[in-house]
């Protein structure tokens, strides 16, 4: 039997030879090849730390100068990747000023506002470096401390005022927001439990029936598409209403058209015609006076002696395309359910990841439906009609009065004097329809404008109504403290005052504190409650945080606008739209469109509207040209917010100097238009 190794000799021997290396009889060749040999007799545990030894010892001079230069390769092409961002940026932003109008703009009160507010930081931002390079930061003068006229008075007597007098409002204030913006933040985490509550027990709205009988048993159900100069998205949403999986003689639509431009309601003709001479009910209305907007259009085709034989209408704007299956989806939940006016259902995005802005878009609305109007449709059976993708009973609309265009936000209108009437609403959450978001800021600026002005205006317009309707009052204070002044008016004002001006002016009046909590902590909650309903927006919470308080000047501007009747209020501008539709929407449609000419109807019966199509089809690129522009009122408060920073970098304070430098670069990015879509 061979001797079993002895590993403790082994051990010391490889010790010695550590000692005192110079020291070793044998030759260098002899020494490395008596390494090589021993490794194999080694115990487990000391090859492991001689091959560990010899890896370190392996790094030869060539390896570590290959580490460094690769190392001094990344981050040079690191910096020549932030010098190329930064030398786009200056040549995209040079571009935007030399193209901007050279016309005269007139300037608003509200702009003439912030312009002050500009200049005040920029002054109170020269007395402040003087101050801080003199070391008055330090040690503050006193007013026994030199003569009256001495710059050293003057800033000793600023500091006086600004905390006997100015501090003091400041403060007060900024507590007056602090305690809104908590219980806007309380409204949402309520909001938030009951989204989770119905998750959790797995709540939603069932229909009593399914309709699967004889076509007579099919109740009629009116169609409307109201559009005006809706050039790139007419065709689609026209193909997505006249598939729907319900019996032609049972449904009518009609294509509610206020287009002042004659190409474009040529191409809706005889796109309405192409389907007419497939079989569909279909129609077409034009107004020649555009009065009231959507609100009168829709009006005036309800004033038809034929909507009298109908039970139901459905309503979609002209982006909007839902599914085959959407009447079938819809229209069962009326069955044994009489005070029901509304079926609403959940909007869905063909361009949801076209871009930022598209993105930071959909986690607004994905929490919009999936939180406040599934908990409101549930809880109380009342939300804020959304203007399309809704079903109505016609009977609900007259008895409340009917569309009426006294505000630009016609669908919350009527959705709350059917409330007040006594009328109830359901919400489905499973039945998506489609639709755009705008791609571009100027579209996007446009449609919220209209969106926060609205509501202030039907406040106004309203309030009396409420007070005397025949409803609860729990209802009637849902409707007044949560509905309009927590969710429409307070948000938009604390979201601006607090993080827009208040902010700031603390930085250049230390002795009024904003609690570090209120902007890093309680937003970043608020944020990451808002994104939860689109968990797959997570990487973009921190762009989404500082853009909603960008959009706040925006809706602020509108909120106060509504509500003391200024400006455009009452301006209503359709939101730009770029026909985008998901490719197995086309698929659909154009199966569902082969089943109707399977069913008898010829594609020679259309010949003639496909040639005036392919005629006006032409003109389709024509049109006013795109460009980006400059936003003035974000640029002002880029510039106080970067100034504020400069001055908060001044007293060291950490959180308040990366919160108002990070702000400041968003307003700057939105104010040169660089988020959104992109003119070349």
Not at 491 to 508: A, G, N, R, V
């Amino acid at each position: 039997m061979p001797r079993t190794p002895n590993y403790e000799f082994q051990e010391w021997w490889n010790k010695q030879r550590g000692k005192d290396p110079a020291g070793d009889h044998l030759s260098s060749s002899t020494s490395e090849d008596f390494r090589f040999l021993t490794v194999n007799i080694n115990s487990p545990t000391s090859s492991v730390a001689a091959a560990t030894a010899g890896k370190d010892r392996s790094r030869s001079a060539r390896q570590l100068s290959w580490i460094y230069l690769l190392k001094l390769h990344q981050i040079a092409h690191y910096f020549a990747f932030l010098t190329n961002g930064i030398i786009t940026l200056v040549r995209t932003a040079n571009r935007r000023i030399a193209t901007a109008s050279s016309g005269h703009r007139s300037e608003s009160k509200f702009y003439k506002i912030i312009k002050f507010f500009m200049l005040l930081s920029v002054i109170l931002l020269f007395i402040e470096l003087a101050a801080y390079f003199k070391g008055w930061h330090f040690s503050p003068p006193s007013l026994e401390s030199g003569v009256e006229d001495s710059v050293e008075y003057i800033y000793a007597k600023w500091l006086e005022i600004r905390a006997d007098y100015l501090a003091p409002l400041l403060q007060k204030l900024t507590d007056v927001c602090v305690v809104l913006f908590l219980i806007q933040s309380v409204d949402r985490f309520v909001l938030v439990l009951g989204c989770f509550y119905i998750k959790i027990r797995g709540l939603k709205p069932v229909a009593e029936m399914d309709y699967k009988q004889d076509a007579e048993n099919y109740p009629m159900v009116l169609v409307q598409i109201p559009m005006c100069n809706e050039r790139e998205v007419y065709q689609q949403s026209i193909a997505a209403v006249c598939v729907q999986d319900w019996p032609r003689e049972r449904m009518l639509v009609q294509v509610l058209d206020d287009s002042d431009d004659s190409d474009v309601q040529s191409l809706i003709k005889a796109e309405v015609q192409k389907w007419q001479h497939r079989g569909v009910r279909i129609i077409y209305r034009h107004r020649l006076l555009r009065t009231g907007y959507k609100a009168g259009n829709l009006k005036s085709a309800m004033n038809c002696d034929y909507v009298k034989s109908y039970e139901f209408v459905a309503i979609f704007d002209a982006d909007f395309q839902p599914a085959p299956d959407f009447l079938k989806n819809t229209i069962p939940h009326f069955k044994g359910k009489d005070d029901l006016a509304l079926v609403q259902t959940r909007w869905d995005f063909v361009n949801k990841e076209e871009n930022l802005l598209t993105r930071l878009q959909y986690i607004n609305l994905a929490f919009h439906f999936e939180v406040e109007q599934q908990v409101n449709g549930w809880f109380i059976n009342f939300f804020g009609f959304n203007g399309t993708a809704g079903v109505w009973r016609i009977k609900a609309l007259e008895d409340c009065g009917g569309w009426l265009d006294r505000t630009t936000v016609e669908d919350m209108d009527i959705a709350v004097r059917a409330h007040l009437c006594g009328w109830k609403f359901i919400y489905l959450n499973d039945v998506k329809c489609l639709c755009e978001l705008p791609e571009s800021y100027e579209a996007y600026k446009k449609q919220q404008y209209r969106w926060h002005s609205g509501p202030m205006q039907l406040f106004r317009v309203c309030f009396v109504d409420i007070l005397h309707a025949k409803v609860s009052v729990l209802k009637k204070a849902n409707l007044i403290f949560l509905f309009f002044l927590l969710r429409k008016l307070i948000l938009p004002f604390y979201s601006f005052t607090l993080f827009c001006i208040i902010l700031p002016l603390t930085m250049f009046l230390p002795e009024a504190q904003l609690p570090s909590w209120v902007v890093s902590y309680v937003p970043g909650l608020v944020s990451i409650l808002n994104i939860l309903p689109s968990p797959q927006s997570f990487p973009f919470i921190v762009p989404y945080l500082l853009f909603e308080n960008t959009m706040s000047v925006t809706k602020f501007n509108a909120m106060i606008s509504g509500l003391f009747q200024l400006g455009s209020s009452y301006e209503w501008t359709v939101t730009k739209k770029l026909g985008r539709s998901s490719e197995a929407d086309l698929v659909t449609m154009e199966n569902e469109s082969t089943s109707l000419m399977e069913s008898g109807v010829h594609r020679s019966s259309s010949d003639s509207g496909l040639a005036e199509l392919n005629k006006l089809g032409m003109t389709m690129k024509t049109g006013k040209k795109k460009r980006n522009r400059l936003y003035r009122k974000e640029l002002a408060l880029s510039f106080i917010l970067l100034t504020a920073s400069v001055r908060s970098l001044l007293s060291a304070q950490g959180i308040h100097f990366y919160f108002l430098m990070f702000q400041g670069i968003t307003f700057l990015v939105v104010g040169l238009d660089l988020i959104g879509e992109q003119v070349s």
